[in-house]
């Protein structure tokens, strides 16, 4: 063969595979236009006539409007709930058991009772709120109650008076919202963290008779009664009918929820009722995984309940021990925030609620195997954080899990709630005085509590993963997960479970 046909052969060999390479790319080329073209599909009217890159503009401006006009009152008032709910564990410091002649296990439970109210009402409440539509009247409303009954705790003389005061204050609280995230959620710790440098304040203030615990409830409940009009103007009710949007910055957030979940955030999709949420939700075994999960985690949180008084066990006076037990809440809130967004940036679910439950089950072991201050100090450091970033990221996979349709969603997180907290009501009795200052016991049982979590965690992510295989092959039974009249082409095409 001549080295002129060899040539030849070499340049057409040359060429075939530069046309490859440009077939290639204009096949790379075409597959990203089509992937953009689908990301950006089926977008409302007024959204149609902006470019992608437009429209992300618009969407990071929206998201920034509703975070600085949302984000601060919702903290402000998960703050306010948390300090009426759990300054009765800060007045047992100040004096309220010896004062109101509290013996055996009453104090615990005026704990407990509280999730009684709660637990009953969750429910029915949820399903009212579902059914109502006005979440900034409903809260609103639900602030008033709460701030009352809490400023009237400061005036009860007994035991009974006390625990009526408790039971009521759980059915007012039943009515706070379902779901979480971190952002949020950080008022609660905020709270816990203030509460105790709060209450160190107040406590030296004299009057009452010497019983200045009273002002606790005095002054925060008074406190929440007089920011609930701030509250109503501030909240929204539905990014259709917010006024402070334009019509293309709520047309972004519903297409946005819209694509997130699967499907449109209504109802009227099948037009399901309140009683089928309610079935569709019970049959989900999902729901009853995530209840398992949660409810162990919520078991173990009771030390929250106690902390002063675990905190107590270092010896110090009153003033100190209150002011020590700031620094785990405010650690916890920057961790927290932190995992939680690790958490949303991988995508991942299961493993962002082992590793911190692992670190809690350290923390309770240490508590348990030494009464070295510093070393029991460390724990209560660590126990609180790890305790939270894995209920922050437990709370975000429930809404991620069970989130359409609005009836089903409502009710189950109603339900997981409303279960989880049960846990509230008998584990109270796990810290009687005299098992301190160990609470040998207790930290036994939340070491046990933690591995249960951790097994349901992983139970909820293999299930999830047979789910996300359906979706994948089309087998997924679309009308058993959210409901009749749902196939797969209501059912945005990227739509998976995050586990």
């Known amino acids: 063969m001549s080295k002129d046909t060899i040539s030849q052969l070499e340049k057409a060999e040359i060429s075939h595979i530069d046309n490859e390479d440009k077939s290639l790319h204009d096949l790379k080329q075409s597959d990203s236009e089509s992937n953009a073209e689908d990301e950006y599909a089926n977008l409302p009217e007024s959204l149609q ?8 503009k618009l969407d990071k401006k929206v998201t920034r409007k509703i975070d600085l006009r949302l984000m601060p009152m ?7 709930n948390y300090l009426d709910r759990n300054n009765i564990a800060s007045a047992r410091l100040g004096g309220l058991e010896e004062d109101l002649g509290l013996t055996g296990s009453q104090y615990q439970t005026c704990i407990s009772i509280l999730f009684v109210g709660y637990i009953l009402f969750q429910v029915p409440s949820n399903m009212l709120l579902n059914k109502f539509g006005r979440p900034s009247i409903y809260i609103s409303v639900a602030m008033t109650i709460w701030g009352a009954l809490s400023t ?22 039943s009515k706070s919202l379902a779901s979480r995230n ?75 929820m819209s694509k997130d979940v699967g499907v449109k955030d209504s109802d009227q999709v099948n037009e399901e009722s309140d009683w089928q949420g309610f079935l569709n939700a019970v049959k989900d075994i999902k729901v009853w995984i995530l209840c398992g999960m949660h409810s162990w985690l919520v078991a173990a ?8 008084t675990v905190v107590e066990t270092l010896n110090f006076n009153r003033t100190i021990t209150l002011v020590l037990t700031a620094p785990p809440y405010l650690l916890a809130v920057v961790i927290t925030f932190l995992w939680a967004k690790h958490a949303d940036r991988s995508g991942e679910r299961m493993l962002h609620v082992i590793i911190p439950l692992v670190l809690a089950l350290v923390s309770f072991i240490i508590a348990a195997c030494t009464l070295n201050i510093g070393a029991r100090y460390f724990s ?5 954080p790890s305790l939270y970033s894995a209920f922050v990221v437990i709370l975000t996979w429930i809404s991620n899990t069970i989130s359409r349709p609005p009836a089903k969603r409502a009710i189950s997180l109603a339900i997981v709630n409303c279960l989880s907290n049960s846990a509230s009501i008998w584990n109270a009795y796990l810290y009687p005085s005299s ?12 070491c046990a509590f933690i591995a249960l979590s951790i097994a349901f965690a992983i139970g909820l992510n293999l299930r999830l993963r047979v789910l996300n295989k359906k979706i994948d092959n089309g087998t997924m039974n679309w009308e058993k997960e959210f409901g009749k009249g749902f196939d797969a082409s209501k059912i945005n095409a990227d739509f998976k479970f995050l586990h």
């Open 49 to 56: 006539g902006l470019t992608p890159e437009e429209l992300q």
């Open 74 to 80: 919702l903290i402000y008032i998960y703050i306010l």
């Open 152 to 173: 009237i705790t400061g005036a009860v003389q007994n035991f009974g008076g006390l625990l009526t005061i408790r039971i009521l204050l759980g059915v007012a609280e």
């Open 301 to 308: 949180c009771g030390v929250t309940n106690f902390f002063p």
């Open 380 to 384: 209560m450091c660590l126990m609180i």
């Open 182 to 256: 971190s952002i949020l959620y950080a008022g609660s710790l905020v709270s816990s963290a203030f509460s105790g440098l709060i209450a160190a304040g107040i406590l030296k203030v004299p009057g009452l008779g010497g019983q200045s615990w009273r002002w606790l409830f005095i002054i925060e409940g008074g406190l929440t009664v007089a920011s609930v009009p701030f509250a109503y103007f501030v909240l929204p009710d539905n990014p259709s009918n917010t006024k402070f949007l334009s019509q293309q910055e709520k047309d972004i957030i519903m297409w946005k």
């Open 435 to 446: 098992d301190g200052p160990r609470y040998m016991i207790a930290f036994i049982c939340n």
